[in-house]
């Protein structure tokens, strides 16, 4: 699966005061239908990614890159076992040792798999929490598995990049997402892409005419319609 990598940003930029790219930019915006229809194999996870290069390009920021694609040829071509790569590309398990050599990389589309692997320890996200590359961070954003003072320090990252990707993480709790919201004045388009979307953002981007937003939440309702979210013990939606 591919998603898109950001290497810059204008300040402002998918804020909620700041112009938003037209409808045309992003994905389902013709119709939340074909989104659903057209791919029907990926992730929501990665569908959500790539929509952030979409979203992003309509502010004149650098295209997209593939982490997967890219992740794979720089590690095939210095001789790493294709078990391996393909662990790292389909979020399998990782030995510590791998895990500290590819964190180690000096490919940031290898350092984003690793970041956003969901069998990384509390020490291992740490480490990816604190790489100098905002991609990574922002792949890091998305593991279900991070603490709460490391979720508090990803909403205060300087790269939007990274907490608009934190916003869109089905394992934060409605406070958490709201406090970004707030603190971050992050627009409502990043957590219409959330299952877990809070009620009164929810409520708030069905009254007003961010049409973007709107198309959102009919494409993640009608992934939870068709099983590629399921309710867990506690009533939050993640991925099947």
């Known amino acids: 699966m591919e998603v898109s990598r950001i290497k810059s940003r204008k300040r402002g930029c998918g804020r909620e005061d700041s112009p938003a790219p037209s409808d045309s930019a992003l994905p389902g915006a013709c119709s939340p239908d074909q989104v659903l229809a057209s791919n029907m194999k990926i992730p929501p996870a990665i569908i959500a990614l ?7 390009s309509g502010c004149q920021i650098a295209g997209p890159a ?15 076992p ?3 790569i393909s662990r790292l590309a389909d979020g399998g398990k990782l030995s510590a040792s791998e895990v500290r050599e590819l964190q180690a990389s000096g490919s940031p ?3 984003f798999l690793v970041a956003r692997n969901p069998s990384l ?14 991609f990574t961070r922002s792949g890091v954003a998305r593991n279900a598995n991070l ?19 934190l916003a869109g993480n089905p394992a934060l709790s409605d406070a958490e997402l709201l406090r970004i919201r707030e603190e971050r004045h992050l627009a409502d388009l990043w957590f219409a892409m959330n299952p877990n979307c809070p ?11 961010d049409s973007s937003a709107k198309h959102w939440l ?4 009608g992934w939870k319609k068709d099983g590629r979210y399921v309710r867990d013990p506690k009533g939050r939606w993640r991925e099947a």
């Not at 320890?121 to 905002?134: C, M, N, R, W």
């Not at 009919?218 to 309702?221: A, N, Y």
Request: glycine residues 6%.
């Open 218 to 221: 009919k494409i993640v309702d």
């Open 50 to 56: 790539l929509s952030m290069g979409v979203f992003l």
């Open 109 to 111: 589309d290898v350092r």
């Open 199 to 209: 009620a009164s953002i929810r409520r708030s981007i069905l009254a007003s005419d």
């Open 121 to 134: 320890t509390p020490g291992q996200l740490a480490v990816s929490i604190a790489d100098k590359d905002d």
């Open 82 to 84: 294709d078990d391996l």
């Open 66 to 80: 593939y982490p997967e694609k890219n992740g794979r040829t720089y590690l095939e071509k210095r001789g790493y």
């Open 147 to 165: 603490s709460p003072s490391q979720i508090a320090r990803l909403t205060h990252d300087e790269s939007h990049t990274v907490y608009a990707a």
